[in-house]
């Protein structure tokens, strides 16, 4: 069986602003903070090239959700056949993880 070749990694502008908002909250506690932070939501992210089936099935149709381990960030992408698109990076207790019921 062949290997899936290694997607390629595209931001959206909103996951791009997602990302920056996120560096400028934790850089008022430090730029070594916001550099952890931010680091370990790039790795999350690259991880997705190669696994992009990490995440589970998103809440919205056609997304995938992926949650950072060490920080409360859910990574909001999407998979096509050569490419990864991250739509969003979000906190995890925006109200848009709040399922209705």
């Not at 909103?14 to 909250?25: K, N, T, V, Y």
């Amino acid at each position: 069986m062949a290997e899936n070749p290694r997607r390629r990694l595209e931001w959206s502008a909103r996951a791009g602003a997602d990302l920056a908002d996120i560096d400028a909250w934790y850089a008022q506690f430090g730029a070594t903070t916001a550099g952890r932070v931010v680091s370990s939501i790039l790795t999350a992210t690259k991880s997705l090239q190669d696994h992009p089936f990490l995440g589970t099935e998103g809440i919205k149709s056609g997304t995938r959700h992926m949650v950072v381990s060490e920080y409360p960030y859910t990574i909001v992408y999407r998979v096509a056949v050569s490419r990864v698109r991250v739509v969003r990076v979000l906190h995890q207790r925006r109200a848009y993880f709040q399922r209705v019921r």
